[in-house]
Each structure stands twice: as C-alpha cells, then as structure tokens.
C-alpha cells in the first residue's frame, strides 16, 4: 500500500509550470534584446519595452532602490522617444549694452516710431490726450485783456518771435482768430491740401491739421464765432469745418476751381465762393443748396469782399484788356444778385485781394501795378486819387494786404518776401521787414496784442513777429 505525503517544500504541478514560463519569458527577453528596433515595428517596440521595464522593476527590488532612483530614471528616459527641450524654459542672458554705444533698433520700429510721433503732433494729443483747442487759452493774451480792456493802439513788429514750420508747400494766407479770449490761434492754408491752427503766441505749436480737401487749399477764413473754419479748394469745393473735432459739417460742390470764400457778416450761415468761373454762388449752410448766383462775363474770380452791413459785395476778376478795365471790380446788390457797377477801377491791373476798413466807409485792394489803391464803400465807391500804397511788388502773386484792429495801419506783403507797413492816413511807408526769402504773400495782424504780425511765404514757412 503506497501512502501519499505532501511535503512542504515539494513544488506542485502548478508552481513548476510557472517556472518553466519564466524560463521561456527570459529566452524571449533576451531575444528582444538581439532583435533590431525597426522603425515600423510598434508592436515589437511596445512590447520589448514592457519586458524591460519589468526586468527593471525586479531588479530593483532585488537592490533595495525605488524606481524614482536617478539611475533608474536615466536608464528609463534612454528607452523614452525624444523631445526637444523647450527654448522658453532656459535662462536668457541679460543684454548689456558698453556706455557710448547706441543699441541698434530695426529699421520697422524706427519707421514705426517715427509715424507715432508725426499722428501725435498732427492730431494735437500730448501724452495721449487729446488737446481742447478752444478751451485752452494763452496766458499772454489773458495779461494783456485784463490790463487793457479797450483796444490798444496798434504798433510795428521788429524782432522774431516764433517760426512755425509744417507744411509742405506755399502757404496762401494766415489769420488771426477774430476772437479776442482765442486770439492766440492762428489759422493758416497751404498748397499741400491742408489747413493747420497753430498756437502762434507762446509754443508755436501745430495744435491740428484738418485734411479735408483732396486739392490745393487756396483760402481759409475763421467764422465769427470763431468755432468754425470756411476753405475753398481746388478739389471745386468749399468747406464748413468743426475746429474741435475737426469734423466736416458742410460740403458745397461749386463744379470749379474754388480761389475764395467769404462769410456773410451778419448771417455767418451764408457764404460765398469764386473761382475759376464766371459766376459766384451764394450757399446756405443749413440746407448745403446755392440761394443766390452772381453771373458776369469774366474769367475767374480772385476776391470776394463784403461792405459794411451785408448789402453789397464787391468781386475782384481778371477780366482785364488793353482796351478797356471795366468788370475788374464789380459791386453787387447781395438781396437782388444785380450788378450796382462795373466801372468802380479804372487803370489795367489786376487786384489780387481786397480788405475792408474797420472804422471807416473804406476799402483797399491790391493791384498789380505794385500799389494799394484806397476806394469809398460808399455808392458810388469812388477812388481815391490822391492817396496810395507804394513801395512793395506784386508781380503776379496773390500778395495781400490788411488793416491793423483800429485802423491805423494798413500793411501788405511783396514778391520780394519783404512786409511792408503804411501809415493809413497819408500812405507814407513806416517800415519795411525783410520777413522771407521767397515771396511773402500774406501779413496778419493780431487783433489784441499790438504788435504781433505773422506772416507766410511761397516756400510753406510761418513767422510771428513781435
């Protein structure tokens, strides 16, 4: 009888089963590990790399270390498929740049830079913030309103005080703010198809550029309350512009050649424009239609004047022959749009530009005979034969001429980039101010402070004297 003992330390069927596998899970390990990794063989990859990790882990149990050892993470991250380290994650050195030495700026960020700085002088923003152009008042004009409340007698200017330069071709005219508290705002309009205002008493600075015309701007007047603009372009239009926001109000399309604008004195919603035409059109603002039209057998039309009280209009134009000089001023009834005269000058010279005596029933107009002549604008508006302007030159410009604020002093520019000043009363030449190189074609006075002129030039440079 055989008896069956089952020892302790006997291994059973199952156990030596498990050994029989383990020895044949080595043969295969070791096999992997002769096997060459093909770039396409995943699953053989996958699996040689669980084997190995297992042998790993066993291993490591056998030596008492964690699988977290650096060994072991060193021996792992070689079996790892590669990564690029991360550029952002190293430490950037510090760029020092030797004393004396500029550091280099690319040629993008200088032209960049360099656009800023022009959109911020052109818009008038300071540090980011937009500048309140009629808000802001000059403390120079302020002192001289408080100290002298009535006007004070106007004086010659004798030194330099400021030169605004900007634009980029000939300036046509300059002009003061008719506003004695916004005095200090000087308007100007150029050939380059912008109209700027300037601080034209203590900075010089460009406080905006108004870009509304795609043509030379070829005349600029300040409304009466001084919070509006009227241009006259060679783009065949005329312009109502917001000095503030610089936004256009009113477009008026007069189908030619705008040369010159001119509010209605007393309802500054009215105004006029000439040109390269035989007619003038009187527009209304508040509907943008033309409500009156003066028609006159001329060319062009050069100046455009009103006398005292709105009724009559006088035009300057070129219509001038050798045989006769009618139609080169013409006054009109404003209501009625019918000629009042024809024969108001005499001699065969074009008047480039006419202005209107403060205080008196006068007006002058530039000729091109190299003289101011003085007319009544008193119907029949007669000429004053005894007095005239002389001493400056013309010579086919567009030069001119102006009033002091109380009438005394009556001043002109020249081809010969000379201002010239004239005693009213007796036409006797005062001074003469070489103020430019080219030729000077506008000469403002300001309406406050007594003896301060700007004046601009062919070459697109402002001066303020004083």
Known sequence: MTTLVAYEDSESEDERLDQKEGAGSGKKAKDCHSLPLMPNSDSTLSECHQIVS???????????????????????????????????????????????VRPYIPKRQRLVTA???????????????DVHILSAVSQKVKLHLAHTPAPAAARIPKKLLLSLQGH????????????????????????????????GAESGRCLRVYTCHSGAVRDARWSPCGRQLLTGSFDNTAVVTDVETGQRIVKADNQFKVMCVVSHPVNSEVFLCGGYSSVVNAWDSRCCKVVKVYKAAIQQT????????????????????????????????????????????????????LA???????????????????????????????????????????????????????VSGSSTGS???????????????????????????????????????????IKVWH
């Open 54 to 100: 297992r042998e790993d882990a066993t291993s490591s149990q056998k030596q008492g270390c964690s699988l977290s050892s650096p060994a072991a993470l060193q021996k792992k991250a070689t079996l790892l498929p590669y990564s690029p380290p991360n550029v952002s994650d190293k430490p950037k050195r510090p760029c020092t740049v030797p004393p004396g």
């Open 115 to 129: 656009s800023a700085a022009k959109e911020e002088n052109l818009t008038g923003s300071v540090h980011g913030k």
């Open 356 to 410: 209107l005596h403060p205080q008196e029933d006068s007006f002058v107009a530039q000729t091109n005979g190299n003289y101011v002549a003085l007319f009544s604008s008193q119907r029949p508006y007669r000429m004053n034969k005894r007095r005239r302007y002389e001493g400056h030159k013309v010579e086919g410009y567009a030069v001119r001429c102006e009033f002091s604020q109380d009438g005394t002093i009556l």
């Open 302 to 353: 050069l100046d455009i004047l009103f006398l005292r009280g709105g009724l009559d209009v006088i035009t300057s134009s070129d219509c001038v022959s050798r045989d006769s000089a009618d139609r080169t001023l013409i006054a009109w009834d404003f209501h009625t749009g019918a000629k009042v005269s024809n024969q108001i000058y005499h001699e065969r010279y074009t008047c480039p530009s």
């Open 168 to 199: 980029q071709g000939p300036v046509n005219t300059v002009q003061w703010c008719p506003v004695a508290q916004r005095s200090h705002l000087l308007l100007s309009a150029s050939m380059d198809k912008t109209f700027k205002v300037w601080d």
């Open 419 to 461: 201002a010239h000043f004239y005693d009213y009363q007796n036409g006797r030449p005062l001074r003469s101010l070489q103020a430019h190189s080219q030729p000077c074609l506008c000469v403002s006075q300001h309406p406050v402070l007594p003896a301060v002129s700007a004046t601009c030039d062919w070459a697109g440079e």
